[in-house]
């Protein structure tokens, strides 16, 4: 079972609201990552978490906030975006051995900010 | 940092022809190269992937090539689908848990 969910599929927020996004793995992946998706784009990278610990951030402002609370969670809390910020965002999740790179991505959650 | 150039951007075939699709990239640290389709409104699933110690793998009626040398590798879709017709991405790893992606290549596969 190669499966990530993420909750919510869809989410609309003002650029006043607080919200967050969630995402779920249980194949024992100690890897997960925030990918940002814009329409017709690559996915780009925001951050990693390596054993729950934040390994990797790619520069994200600071209004996005993420958050690992055990290995099969990640959250990634949302505060004061901005439109332009309206976009797919993906939750993956890799095994993490020395021999293998696969990230296995879940459905998205499409957010617009207004 | 790692640049991934993905070619063609649409490619629009009948159904039971073959399509390809080449991306190039600069590092030649790079050592993992996996393809992602993405249908509309999903997110993008890993379908083949190829480490730099193989020249080709193939899995039913997909294959990936690489030319570690010339820094670029290919995917084949034979006998083409409609059910086939999606974006389809490549990848590049930079490091261990870092991937660049391609610019993506939208399919369209007719009846």
């Known amino acids: 079972d190669t499966e990530v969910t993420q909750t919510p599929k869809h989410l609309v927020m003002g650029m006043t609201n607080k919200k967050s996004l969630k995402c779920e793995q249980h194949m024992g992946h100690r890897a997960m990552y925030w990918y940002k998706q814009k329409a017709k784009k690559p996915p780009e990278l925001m951050f990693v978490y390596s054993y729950e610990k934040l390994s990797i951030n790619e520069s994200v402002p600071s209004r996005f906030s993420p958050e690992c609370p055990n290995s099969s969670l990640l959250n990634l809390h949302l505060h004061a975006l901005q439109p332009e910020d309206s976009a797919l965002y993906l939750c993956a999740s890799s095994p993490l051995t020395s021999v293998t790179y696969e990230q296995y991505f879940g459905p998205g959650t499409r957010l617009t900010v207004t | 940092g790692e640049n991934v150039e993905q070619h063609p951007s649409t490619l629009s075939v009948q159904e039971g022809d073959s399509a390809v699709i080449k991306c190039t990239y600069s590092?030649?640290?790079?050592?993992?190269f996996p393809w992602y389709k993405q249908e509309l409104g999903k997110g993008p699933q890993l379908i083949i992937d190829?480490?730099?110690?193989?020249g080709e793998k193939k899995d039913q009626r997909i294959a990936v090539t690489l030319n570690k040398t010339a820094k670029h590798f290919s995917l084949h879709i034979t006998e083409t689908q409609p059910e086939d017709s999606a974006v389809y991405f490549c990848a590049v790893n930079t490091g261990f848990q870092k991937l660049v992606f391609g610019t993506g290549t939208r399919l369209l596969v007719s009846p």
């Open positions: 590092d030649s640290a790079s050592n993992y």
């Open positions: 190829i480490r730099s110690n193989v």
